[in-house]
């Protein structure tokens, strides 16, 4: 089979090797061991920091393409420039391929999403890996990206693969996920919900993120008399802020060292930043934390609330994407069976309070989330794929 890979998302090349986003390289070295020729059109510069690694296999061809820019005046003349180019790569390496498999949403994945419109008896899956939900607020491109791949007019012979389970929906449109751990990584991981109630935040420290209303909330929850801690792995331009902050809420703030960081969370102090750090190190801190956390203003399928929720973290995030479906909230309730809806520090401190005094229930949540996110393990998921390159 001649598998063709379209991605926005960059394959580098170093020391002989080539490399990309790490989480984008385990998902595809999964696609790539059940695939025969395989090619990938997609950016080979990337002019910021990236967490890279190689794929396994190496065997495969890329197909270098100018990323689509419209941030200033002279990006998007460039880019404008180059689309007639661009579309005629897309459309002979489309028109060679047995698979097609676009990995949305992005400009270049729009523009392939309309050449794709020309080959219609062309086997075609399309990952969608932002929010699917058909009332987000989002850019005109995406919004016109779902719109194109979701028509059965004009996309045919196409699986699209959104996160979550939406309403009114067409045909080709199908429910799906992503995976982290091994059904060998499974166990029953059980908590005791005692003080200082362990919080946990993990990802980039960015303003999409909101990583200071973790801050806020374990603030207040002292200040009503919970003594609870928060624990930032990741790192990012508000760091330096985060740690500023911290000082203004009149809490003593630790750094810690990677080797300090394999150490059991200590009992003395209120907020600690790790920085990154390998998965080992952050999966023994999901084993020790009681909540986890995220404030994300926008997410596909938000990867650090499922892998908590693996270790039986109790997840605290906004509803964006399929997050309300992940922790079993319905309606305007704020609390599901497996998770809690942030929306205010004022009611998740409410909440918390009333959670502390029914240590079974929290239990009941912690159990819950677990056992939904044992679900997704890789296994299935490459189960899944091989019956998508199948079909």
């Given at each position: 089979?001649?598998?063709?890979?379209?991605?926005?998302?960059?394959?580098?090349?170093?020391?002989?090797?080539?490399?990309?986003?790490?989480?984008?390289?385990?998902?595809?070295?999964?696609?790539?061991?059940?695939?025969?020729?395989?090619?990938?059109?997609?950016?080979?510069?990337?002019?910021?920091?990236?967490?890279?690694?190689?794929?396994?296999?190496?065997?495969?061809?890329?197909?270098?393409?100018?990323?689509?820019?419209?941030?200033?005046?002279?990006?998007?003349?460039?880019?404008?420039?180059?689309?007639?180019?661009?579309?005629?790569?897309?459309?002979?390496?489309?028109?060679?391929?047995?698979?097609?498999?676009?990995?949305?949403?992005?400009?270049?994945?729009?523009?392939?999403?309309?050449?794709?419109?020309?080959?219609?008896?062309?086997?075609?899956?399309?990952?969608?890996?932002?929010?699917?939900?058909?009332?987000?607020?989002?850019?005109?491109?995406?919004?016109?990206?779902?719109?194109?791949?979701?028509?059965?007019?004009?996309?045919?012979?196409?699986?699209?693969?959104?996160?979550?389970?939406?309403?009114?929906?067409?045909?080709?449109?199908?429910?799906?996920?992503?995976?982290?751990?091994?059904?060998?990584?499974?166990?029953?991981?059980?908590?005791?919900?005692?003080?200082?109630?362990?919080?946990?935040?993990?990802?980039?420290?960015?303003?999409?993120?909101?990583?200071?209303?973790?801050?806020?909330?374990?603030?207040?929850?002292?200040?009503?008399?919970?003594?609870?801690?928060?624990?930032f792995y990741g790192d990012g331009r508000m760091m330096e802020e985060l740690?500023?902050?911290?000082?203004?809420?009149?809490?003593?703030?630790?750094?810690?060292?990677?080797?300090?960081?394999?150490?059991?969370?200590?009992?003395?102090?209120?907020?600690?930043?790790?920085?990154?750090?390998?998965?080992?190190?952050?999966?023994?801190?999901?084993?020790?934390?009681?909540?986890?956390?995220?404030?994300?203003?926008?997410?596909?399928?938000?990867?650090?609330?499922?892998?908590?929720?693996?270790?039986?973290?109790?997840?605290?995030?906004?509803?964006?994407?399929?997050?309300?479906?992940?922790?079993?909230?319905?309606?305007?309730?704020?609390?599901?069976?497996?998770?809690?809806?942030?929306?205010?520090?004022?009611?998740?401190?409410?909440?918390?309070?009333?959670?502390?005094?029914?240590?079974?229930?929290?239990?009941?949540?912690?159990?819950?989330?677990?056992?939904?996110?044992?679900?997704?393990?890789?296994?299935?998921?490459?189960?899944?794929?091989?019956?998508?390159?199948?079909?």
């Amino acid at each position: 089979m001649k598998l063709l890979v379209i991605s926005d998302a960059p394959i580098l090349s170093h020391i002989s090797k080539k490399e990309a986003y790490a989480p984008y390289v385990k998902e595809m070295d999964l696609w790539l061991r059940h695939a025969g020729k395989v090619s990938f059109v997609c950016p080979t510069r990337y002019k910021r920091t990236l967490l890279t690694q190689p794929f396994q296999n190496q065997d495969f061809k890329v197909l270098p393409l100018r990323r689509l820019e419209f941030h200033n005046v002279i990006a998007a003349l460039i880019s404008l420039i180059t689309i007639p180019y661009q579309t005629i790569v897309l459309w002979n390496a489309m028109r060679k391929a047995d698979h097609i498999h676009l990995r949305c949403p992005g400009n270049l994945a729009l523009l392939a999403s309309m050449v794709q419109v020309t080959l219609p008896r062309k086997r075609k899956t399309v990952k969608y890996a932002g929010n699917f939900s058909p009332t987000a607020s989002q850019p005109f491109s995406y919004r016109w990206q779902k719109k194109i791949l979701s028509n059965t007019s004009l996309s045919k012979n196409i699986d699209v693969l959104a996160y979550g389970e939406w309403p009114d929906q067409t045909i080709n449109v199908k429910p799906f996920f992503t995976a982290t751990y091994s059904e060998k990584d499974r166990k029953d991981f059980q908590k005791e919900f005692n003080e200082p109630l362990q919080f946990i935040f993990v990802g980039t420290l960015s303003v999409n993120k909101n990583p200071q209303s973790l801050m806020e909330l374990v603030t207040e929850l002292n200040y009503k008399g919970i003594r609870a801690q928060a624990h930032f792995y990741g790192d990012g331009r508000m760091m330096e802020e985060l740690k500023v902050q911290s000082s203004e809420f009149q809490v003593e703030v630790s750094n810690v060292s990677s080797s300090e960081s394999r150490e059991q969370f200590q009992k003395d102090k209120t907020f600690y930043f790790y920085g990154n750090q390998p998965s080992d190190v952050v999966k023994r801190a999901y084993q020790n934390a009681h909540f986890s956390f995220l404030a994300s203003q926008s997410e596909g399928w938000p990867k650090a609330v499922a892998e908590s929720m693996w270790y039986g973290c109790i997840p605290i995030s906004t509803p964006v994407s399929c997050v309300p479906w992940m922790l079993g909230v319905s309606g305007q309730n704020q609390i599901g069976s497996r998770g809690i809806i942030f929306k205010y520090v004022d009611q998740i401190t409410r909440l918390i309070k009333e959670l502390v005094d029914e240590k079974e229930k929290m239990a009941t949540i912690s159990h819950n989330a677990q056992r939904w996110s044992h679900e997704y393990t890789l296994e299935k998921f490459e189960t899944e794929i091989i019956k998508l390159l199948q079909s």
